[in-house]
């Protein structure tokens, strides 16, 4: 049997830990959490979320006496453990580490880690990034954190090492008010928090980090080791990892908003397709929209009637609710997806100021769609010319994509992006990512050699698509028509199996022959039946003897498309795989620096 569900606070659960209550079952692995993981957790802590359920096994003399367990991460070995950690390791050993400051080093790293509460960012209600990490090679204990110096240093910074949660008495000591008082003072003087806030308001909500509560559930000693290891299995193995997107659904279900449903019978496959991620980037465009934030924490904030904490116009904090009941919310649901699919159409299309991903995985990064939605949706209600808005659209998205800014976790750089693009709409203060890419980074960053796979890889296809490419050998612009069974698809130029290259001409073929310098959009069957194996110098020949291309200048007109340019194909006549890379690195450098040119006119975007 298992005891009702109770609750421990963060303060409880780190002082069992150190009094050896808790350890870790053999069977489980180890703590693996990344340092970025751990500040996620308190972040959701600072705010107050849901942070998951902890499950114990509570145990009976015999097995506390058995050698089968393994301390909390960072603690001491116990001989007298009351219960074993069946699901939650991760979230304890991640408090226990970043607030006891143990002399251990991080797992799976050789250094130490120490984590800090930016204070200023967190009174703001600047929660992403509010904690943050450093390392070191050497151990620094509390004492050292807590001398004159970095006292000093920290009121400066205006952040707070968490170690110093581990000392309750100290947060109520004289010594701590007086540095949360000169912090709050000099903060204030330089208009950094707002004026209302006092030090005793700071105290409490430092203090409230260590009331912050966990559900547990707790499973009786009277099971035994082979029940508990099933549980274990069926947690771990057989469990659902639910998304945010699956959350929302549970918490909508009261309201009426049967939201798994709404999404599933969405007659817009093209848009449900896109990713398996959609209906998640789906909330993630009304987050933008409502709040500018979009990070699973902030979207939480959309269930009906919920209050969260924004900063009003002057300044300073109010609590407000984002949606006031379900209607509002079906309404901003309906809404997204209208403008996801605008921005899915933009991405997907090729025309003025579309960006080419004739298919969804051309598409270079799924995670630009919320946003490309939400400034759709914003741009609705500002006065802006269309045609400046489009130029600073097309040299944003081309310099966020070959940027690879959005590329793995990227809910602050899609927040960031939208708040900039709010700005350019009020003074046409520049966006950031749109000048991310300029001569500097195309010169020293870019490095198209290297582009196997990934989204630099895919804008580069949909540039292809944007030219209007036509295939070597059918002639056929490879931007339109039915491409479900597949029938174009990016393929090598110089052939990944190709025979009789001179090994003086092709020294970078082995590093280089999957770059996209050696790839373009061709149908499958051109690849297939035409290309095969060839070299380049054969089945150019075979093109001008069948009559697929006339003449010399209708071969250069064909092939400049592809960024093939006169240079480039001469090197293919002659099999010269080295000297190729070179010139259509060239060509094809010259044609990036043209997308994201401050002085971008139609015919470029073109």
Known sequence: MAEDPGKSNVRELISDVENGNYVIPYFQRGFEWEPSMVSDLFESILQDYYAGLLLFWELDSNMREQASWDPVWGANRTDDPEKAILDGQQRISSLYYAITNPEKKFPSRKTYYRWFLDLTDWLNGEIDGAVYYNYAMNYRSLESMKTEEKRKKWIEKGVMPLAILSEPDYLNSAEFGEWIQQYVERAKGKNLIPDDISTIQVSNKIQRILDYEFITTTLSEERDMQDICNIFARINKKGMNLSTFDLMNAFLYPYDIELRKRWEALDNERLRSVDGSMNEYILKLISLHVQSYCSSKYIYNLIPGEETEKKTDSGKSEMVVLVKDATEFEELWGKAIDYAEQARERVMNVGNYEFGAIKSNFIPNTTILPVLGALLWEKENRQVPETEFNRMLSRWYWSATLSEDY?????????????????????????????????????????????????????????????????????????????????????????????????????????????????????????????????????????????????????????????????????????DFDRFIREREKTMTKHIASLVAADQNEAVVQ
């Open 407 to 575: 590329s793995g976790s990227s809910d602050t750089t899609m927040a960031k992006d939208f708040r900039d693009w709010k700005q350019w709409f009020e003074d046409r203060t520049p966006i950031e990512r749109a000048s991310r890419v300029d001569e500097n980074f195309i010169e020293n960053e870019l490095d198209l050699r290297g582009a196997t796979r990934g989204s630099r890889y895919d804008a580069v296809l949909c540039m292809l698509a944007k030219r209007g490419a036509e295939d070597f050998f059918k002639g056929r612009t490879l931007d339109t028509g039915d491409y479900v069974q597949d029938k174009i698809n990016d393929h090598h130029i110089f052939p990944s199996n190709v025979e009789g290259l001179d090994p003086e001409r092709s020294q970078t073929f082995s590093e280089l022959s999957d770059s996209i310098l050696n790839r373009t959009l061709l149908l499958d069957e051109t690849n297939k039946h035409r290309i095969s194996n060839k070299k380049p110098s054969t089945y150019l020949t075979e093109m001008i003897e069948k009559g697929v291309v006339d003449d010399d200048s209708e071969l250069e007109r064909l092939m400049a498309d592809h960024f093939i340019s006169p240079a480039a194909i001469e090197r293919m006549l002659e099999d």
